[in-house]
C-alpha cells in the first residue's frame, strides 16, 4: 500500500491535470497472435501547459520505457521528432489588438451564412454547442448559429489547449494572435464538420476581417514606437530567469521520412 500511495502521488506531481500523452502504433511487428514480435515502434506527443511542465513529463514518459524495456530484455531506442513551445501572451499587443477589433467590428454575415452554420449545428449534441460557450466563457444563446460581436475582455473561459510552433516565435519576438468565428458554434475540433465550413464563404470573410485587424495592429506598432517598446519590456519580464531554449535537441534533422510515412506517402 505505500508503494502505491508513492507511485500514485509521483504521478500527480509529474502529470498535471492539463497535461496530455496521445499515442500512435507506428509498427507492431507483425500480424501473429501468438508471436513476440521481435519489433516495435510507437510515438508518442507530451503535451504541458510550459516548457519546464513538458520536459518533467517528457523524462517520466521515457523512464516508463525504460522500465518496460528492462523488464523485458528489450533494446530502446528514443529518438526526437519534433518539439514546440509554450505560447507566451503580450498584453501592449493584446491591448493594441482589442482596440483594432472594436474600430473595425466583426465579420458581417448574411442570411446563407447563418442557413449553412444552422444544419452544421443540427448535427452537433447540445453539449458541443454548450461547450464552445463554456470555452469562451460567454452566456449560451439559442439564436446565434455563427458568433457575433466581441467576447468580453473580462470573460472566464477555459485556455484553450493546442500546439503551435508561433509558440517558439513568441519567446524571441513579442507575438500576438487573432481569433475569430469560422465555423458554427460547437464545431468540435478535427472533425467532418470544421473541414465541411473550410472553404465556406463565411470562413472566407472571417479570415479576410481578421487580416484587416492584424494590419491595423501592425500600423499602429509602426506608427507609435511607445508600442514597440511596451511589447518588448513585456516579453523581457516573462523570460526574465527562464530564457528561451528551444525544446528540439541539438543536431535533430527534420523527420521528413517519418512524416512522409505516417501520412501514406
Avoid at 454548450?130 to 458568433?147: E, F, I, T, W
Wanted: aromatic residues 4%; proline residues 7%.
Amino acid at each position: 500500500m505505500e508503494l502505491t500511495n508513492v507511485g500514485v502521488n509521483y504521478l500527480r506531481e509529474h502529470m498535471p491535470s492539463d497535461a496530455r500523452v496521445h499515442y500512435a502504433m507506428i509498427e507492431s511487428g507483425g500480424i501473429a497472435p501468438n508471436v513476440v514480435q521481435s519489433r516495435a515502434r510507437v510515438r508518442y506527443s507530451v503535451r504541458a501547459a510550459d516548457l519546464p511542465q513538458m520536459r518533467d513529463l517528457l523524462e517520466r514518459v521515457k523512464d516508463c520505457a525504460r522500465g518496460a524495456a528492462l523488464m523485458t530484455g528489450t533494446r530502446l531506442e528514443i529518438e526526437v521528432l519534433s518539439a514546440v513551445s509554450n505560447l507566451l501572451p503580450n498584453t501592449p499587443l493584446e491591448t493594441s489588438m482589442r482596440e483594432a477589433f472594436e474600430r473595425l467590428g466583426t465579420p458581417e454575415w448574411d442570411a446563407a451564412d447563418r442557413d449553412f452554420a444552422k444544419k452544421i449545428q443540427a448535427t452537433l449534441s447540445a453539449e458541443d454547442i454548450a461547450n464552445s460557450y463554456r470555452r469562451v466563457g460567454v452566456k449560451p444563446r439559442a439564436d446565434m448559429p455563427l458568433h457575433e460581436g466581441l467576447v468580453p475582455l473580462d470573460a472566464k473561459g477555459v485556455k484553450m489547449i493546442g500546439s503551435t510552433d508561433v509558440g517558439d516565435v513568441s519567446w524571441v519576438v513579442p507575438t500576438v494572435q487573432a481569433h475569430a468565428a469560422t465555423y458554427a458554434i460547437g464545431t468540435p475540433g478535427h472533425s467532418w464538420q470544421l473541414t465541411a465550413q473550410g472553404k465556406m464563404p463565411a470562413a472566407h470573410k472571417s479570415m479576410v476581417h481578421v487580416a484587416k485587424v492584424m494590419a491595423a495592429t501592425a500600423v499602429s506598432a509602426i506608427e507609435d514606437p511607445a508600442l514597440i517598446a511596451r511589447a518588448k519590456a513585456d516579453l523581457a519580464e516573462r523570460t526574465d530567469g527562464n530564457p528561451y531554449v528551444c525544446p528540439i535537441p541539438e543536431g535533430v534533422e527534420p523527420p521528413i521520412a517519418a512524416m512522409a510515412l505516417s501520412s501514406g506517402v
